[in-house]
Every structure is written in structure tokens, then in C-alpha cells.
């Protein structure tokens, strides 16, 4: 059974930089093709971005674009999601997703508050 397991996020004030975790186990993390997405309160579910399996391709969402990065450590079944000059609209539950096609996630994580005061 497979289970990711996010860590990383807390209180910042606008403008600071968060990086979050993604830990998997249970299941074989390098053939994945993994995403971060998060929700806000009284919001559907958004996209944040995701990365190929073999680190070679990355896609944003437009809103985080130029401020997030995501990378991986497939030697440690960790995926990253380095955050940046971070604003209050980033405020969310960031959760992490896995699966072996690309964009559909059948795993996925219990989530991670971010919070950014302005």
C-alpha cells in the first residue's frame, strides 16, 4: 500500500520562501509521475504543478509560475515543492499526488497547512 506523507508547511509572512515535503513508501516512488496541488477554504481543489518520474519535465500552474519549484530525490522517494516569494492568495492545504500515468493520481497524501500572512 502506498502512502505519501507531506511535511513542510506552517506560518509565514508574505514574501518568504517554504519548501514542502513529500515522503512515499510502500510502492515504487521512480516510476510515478507525482503532483502538488492545494485547496483553500470554500475552494475546489487546484492544481499547483507536477514532474516526471525521471525528473526531466515540470508544469505549473500559471499562478505559481516563476515563484515554485518542484523537484525530486528518487533515491530518498521524496518529492519538493520549494515555494517563493510566497503571497496570501497562496494561503491553502497543499497535498501531494502520485501515479504511474501521467495526471492521474491514485495516491495521494493527507495535506499540509500553509499559511502566509500579509
Known amino acids: 500500500q502506498v502512502q505519501l506523507v507531506e511535511s513542510g508547511g506552517g506560518l509565514v509572512q508574505a514574501g518568504a520562501s517554504l519548501r514542502l515535503s513529500c515522503a512515499a513508501s510502500g510502492g515504487t516512488f521512480r516510476t510515478y509521475h507525482m503532483g502538488w496541488f492545494r485547496q483553500a477554504p470554500g475552494k475546489e481543489r487546484q492544481f499547483v504543478g507536477s514532474i516526471s518520474p525521471n525528473n526531466d519535465s515540470a508544469y505549473y500552474a500559471n499562478s505559481v509560475k516563476g515563484r515554485f519549484t518542484i523537484s525530486r530525490d528518487n533515491a530518498k522517494n521524496t518529492v519538493y515543492l520549494q515555494m517563493n516569494s510566497l503571497k496570501a492568495e497562496d494561503t491553502a492545504v497543499y497535498y501531494c499526488?502520485?501515479?504511474?500515468?501521467?495526471?492521474?493520481?491514485?495516491?495521494w497524501g493527507q495535506g499540509t497547512q500553509v499559511t502566509v500572512s500579509s
Open positions: 499526488a502520485g501515479g504511474v500515468r501521467p495526471a492521474v493520481y491514485v495516491y
